[in-house]
């Protein structure tokens, strides 16, 4: 007897992979119907103390942690390809179509979703010097998944991508030009798949209150761990709190934001720091963290709820600077339908998100305090029914986003495979 065998369908799934310098998160989507399959992350990796923590989302089954030591990223990849395979999602599946990896700088170069070749590594090493917390990071990953699966194609989405639009007034910077564009020193911005997600879900949210999408300014909030600010019109972006690099902008976790150029000739020539040691100061001793010893927005809500004047000093410099941007945003866009939070703080923080607009209703602009304090995980309006511009939480995904990107680009090319693929 002979079993009838059809073509095997086409491979389906996407695997995401988000590597930050000691953590990486993933998650394994089914494109076919946009299921998530399995998500989680592994944290604290070079420390004896790494963990990972899975969600098996096909079976609904618990949450799994591990704890022990993860000595680099490779160690870090194989402990997730082992809980994936656990779950009989291993990284071996036919059935995964591509792997896509979020790429925080892509430079000038780098401005669609593409397929990895060699050429396009070399050139997200590059990068390094200007995403010195982000880069090496994205190239070990990509590294260990193509060691993993060298047959499958492995698609880097860019952080930049989105900011390439930004006209040429808010991307240069008002230095000699010869100088800038010797060594490609501009804005970039970053954050923008994001950016890009979440302006395009808020146009949805919006667009059921009658608003015609292709007239939606927004000013997007994204407040995470880094956290930038963006002025979007009709879906493409116009300016962004990041720079070179994503130093510059809001205060952050543990990165300063916008600071006087000066200040690093000041810390030089008086303190006789280095280079390397105000990039370090500016990128990880400083932000909140810097000003008061914690860099997660709950653990300073807490301290200031214990009368912590430094806490309360952070969370106000914090506010000051996000209620710069939304003002210097209003003013780009000259008409604004939202101001959208989005990200880890901008998500769960309430009172974060009451700080930055309070008594701004002269821009027409309020949140709802019972609305504002509801939680949930569906993007809403927190702004009272009369406001001129609405106020809105948006959850972000970067994680579809990147899935959708890469499963599009690897569906589209002739032959999946670094041959068929953009470059
Ligand atoms: N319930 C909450 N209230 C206030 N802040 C929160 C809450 N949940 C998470 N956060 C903040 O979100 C931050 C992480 O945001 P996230 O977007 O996950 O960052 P990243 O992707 O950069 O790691 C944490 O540092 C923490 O300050
Ligand atoms: C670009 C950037 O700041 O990313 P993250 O918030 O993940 O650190
Ligand atoms: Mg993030």
């Given at each position: 007897?002979?079993?009838?065998t059809?073509?095997?369908?086409?491979?389906?799934?996407?695997?995401?992979?988000?590597?930050?310098?000691?953590?990486?998160?993933?998650?394994?989507?089914?494109?076919?119907?946009?299921?998530?399959?399995?998500?989680?992350?592994?944290?604290?990796?070079?420390?004896?103390?790494?963990?990972?923590?899975?969600?098996?989302?096909?079976?609904?089954?618990?949450?799994?942690?591990?704890?022990?030591?993860?000595?680099?990223?490779?160690?870090?990849l194989?402990?997730?390809?082992?809980?994936?395979?656990?779950?009989?999602?291993?990284?071996?599946?036919?059935?995964?179509?591509?792997?896509?990896?979020?790429?925080?700088?892509?430079?000038?170069?780098?401005?669609?979703?593409?397929?990895?070749?060699?050429?396009?590594?070399?050139?997200?090493?590059?990068?390094?010097?200007?995403?010195?917390?982000?880069?090496?990071a994205?190239?070990?990953?990509?590294?260990?998944?193509?060691?993993?699966?060298?047959?499958?194609?492995?698609?880097?989405?860019?952080?930049?991508?989105?900011?390439?639009?930004?006209?040429?007034?808010?991307a240069?910077y008002?230095?000699?030009?010869?100088?800038?564009?010797?060594?490609?020193?501009?804005?970039?911005?970053?954050?923008?798949?994001?950016?890009?997600?979440?302006?395009?879900?808020?146009a949805?949210?919006?667009?059921r209150?009658?608003?015609?999408?292709?007239?939606?300014?927004?000013?997007?909030?994204?407040?995470?761990?880094?956290?930038?600010?963006?002025?979007?019109?009709?879906?493409?972006?116009?300016?962004?709190?990041?720079g070179?690099?994503?130093?510059?902008?809001?205060?952050?976790?543990?990165?300063?934001?916008?600071?006087?150029?000066?200040?690093?000739?000041?810390?030089?020539?008086?303190?006789?720091?280095?280079?390397?040691?105000?990039?370090?100061?500016?990128?990880?001793?400083?932000?909140?963290?810097?000003?008061?010893?914690?860099?997660?927005?709950?653990?300073?809500?807490?301290?200031?709820?214990?009368?912590?004047?430094?806490?309360?000093?952070?969370?106000?410099?914090y506010?000051?600077?996000?209620?710069?941007?939304?003002?210097?945003?209003?003013a780009?866009?000259?008409r604004?339908?939202?101001?959208?939070?989005?990200?880890?703080?901008?998500?769960?923080?309430?009172?974060?998100?009451?700080?930055?607009?309070?008594?701004?209703?002269?821009?027409?602009?309020?949140?709802?305090?019972?609305?504002?304090?509801?939680?949930?995980?569906?993007?809403?309006?927190?702004s009272?029914?009369?406001?001129?511009?609405?106020?809105?939480?948006?959850?972000t995904?970067?994680?579809?986003?990147?899935?959708?990107?890469?499963?599009?680009?690897?569906t589209?090319?002739?032959?999946?495979?670094?041959e068929?693929?953009?470059?």
């Amino acid at each position: 007897m002979t079993t009838p065998t059809g073509p095997s369908p086409a491979p389906t799934r996407v695997l995401v992979l988000n590597s930050g310098s000691s953590s990486v998160k993933y998650q394994l989507i089914d494109m076919a119907d946009r299921a998530r399959l399995a998500a989680g992350l592994a944290e604290r990796i070079g420390e004896e103390t790494s963990a990972v923590s899975h969600q098996p989302l096909s079976t609904g089954g618990e949450k799994r942690e591990w704890q022990g030591e993860l000595a680099d990223h490779d160690a870090a990849l194989a402990a997730i390809a082992q809980e994936l395979a656990a779950d009989g999602l291993g990284l071996d599946s036919p059935e995964l179509a591509a792997i896509g990896h979020r790429v925080v700088h892509g430079g000038l170069k780098l401005t669609e979703p593409t397929v990895i070749d060699d050429a396009v590594l070399a050139e997200i090493e590059r990068l390094v010097p200007v995403a010195p917390l982000h880069n090496p990071a994205n190239v070990t990953g990509i590294r260990t998944a193509q060691r993993l699966r060298p047959d499958l194609p492995q698609v880097a989405v860019f952080d930049t991508a989105f900011h390439s639009s930004m006209p040429e007034h808010a991307a240069r910077y008002a230095i000699d030009v010869e100088t800038a564009d010797a060594h490609r020193v501009r804005r970039y911005g970053f954050h923008g798949t994001s950016h890009a997600y979440v302006s395009r879900k808020a146009a949805e949210l919006l667009g059921r209150d009658g608003k015609d999408a292709a007239d939606i300014n927004l000013i997007v909030l994204h407040l995470g761990n880094g956290a930038s600010a963006s002025a979007v019109r009709a879906g493409r972006c116009e300016d962004t709190s990041m720079g070179l690099t994503p130093l510059e902008g809001l205060v952050m976790g543990t990165r300063s934001g916008d600071i006087d150029p000066a200040v690093v000739f000041h810390l030089g020539r008086v303190a006789g720091m280095s280079a390397d040691e105000v990039d370090d100061l500016l990128n990880k001793r400083s932000g909140l963290l810097g000003l008061c010893g914690a860099n997660d927005m709950r653990e300073i809500r807490r301290r200031m709820d214990a009368g912590d004047a430094a806490a309360r000093l952070a969370f106000d410099i914090y506010i000051h600077r996000l209620r710069k941007y939304i003002g210097a945003y209003y003013a780009v866009l000259g008409r604004v339908d939202a101001v959208v939070f989005t990200a880890g703080v901008g998500e769960n923080a309430a009172p974060v998100r009451e700080a930055a607009v309070a008594g701004l209703e002269e821009l027409g602009l309020a949140v709802d305090g019972d609305l504002n304090a509801a939680g949930g995980k569906e993007a809403r309006l927190i702004s009272p029914a009369s406001a001129r511009v609405k106020v809105a939480v948006v959850p972000t995904d970067e994680e579809l986003e990147i899935a959708e990107q890469s499963y599009a680009l690897v569906t589209a090319s002739p032959g999946p495979g670094p041959e068929g693929g953009a470059g």
